[in-house]
């Protein structure tokens, strides 16, 4: 849990509010109402958390019902050990992503407006006269050489750590 990335990773699934549920996971079973009472959190922000990382396989649960009430009760468990697969899968569907993002920049001419910073597709810049609609300002031909160079050695850099080998 002290990974860095970990870190990030569980921060960005459930965020600010559930953060403390993901960063401090108990051993063994635990029920929602007693995370909400030992991190001194809202239940519903608890709940919440709980299901995000139960819908990323980090954790588990067991129903249990009680014999006099009739009352079901959850008793949650944590599975991070899915949690390198899981930051792998994510980094398949970026690397698919700016491969997608990157034929896209490749294949298209962009216009720009200076004035209101707003890029335009070759088509969308011709049908308005190539000015701008906003505030009619001349849109210039836009370079995007140094994106897709970016976009270039990130992939790069994702199929290295994924050792993807590519054979085009």
């Known amino acids: 849990?002290?990974?860095p990335v970990i870190q990030k990773y569980l921060h960005e699934l459930v965020g600010p509010t559930g953060m403390p549920v993901a960063a401090a996971p108990p051993d063994g079973e635990v029920t929602d109402e007693e995370l909400a009472e030992r991190l001194d959190?809202?239940?519903?922000?608890?709940?919440?958390?709980?299901?995000?990382?139960?819908?990323?396989?980090?954790?588990?649960?067991?129903?249990?019902?009680?014999?006099?009430?009739?009352?079901?009760t959850y008793l949650w468990t944590f599975e991070?050990?899915?949690?390198?697969?899981?930051?792998?899968?994510?980094?398949h569907r970026l690397l698919e992503a700016?491969?997608?993002?990157?034929?896209?920049?490749?294949?298209?001419?962009?216009?720009?407006c200076e004035v209101c910073s707003i890029?335009?597709?070759f088509g969308e810049a011709m049908e308005?006269?190539?000015?701008c609609p906003e505030c009619g300002s001349p849109l210039d031909s836009?370079?995007?050489?140094?994106?897709?160079?970016?976009?270039d050695r990130r992939r790069e850099e994702l199929r290295d750590e994924l050792n993807v080998d590519v054979t085009n």
């Open 1 to 3: 849990m002290n990974d």
């Open 142 to 151: 836009m370079e995007n050489d140094h994106l897709i160079d970016a976009m």
């Open 128 to 131: 308005f006269g190539f000015e």
């Open 80 to 91: 991070y050990e899915n949690i390198p697969e899981n930051l792998e899968e994510e980094m």
């Open 41 to 72: 959190l809202e239940l519903n922000d608890v709940r919440r958390a709980l299901f995000i990382l139960y819908e990323n396989d980090l954790a588990a649960y067991r129903r249990v019902r009680d014999e006099d009430s009739g009352w079901l």
């Open 119 to 121: 890029r335009f597709e």
């Open 98 to 112: 700016i491969e997608e993002r990157e034929e896209y920049e490749r294949n298209h001419e962009f216009y720009l």
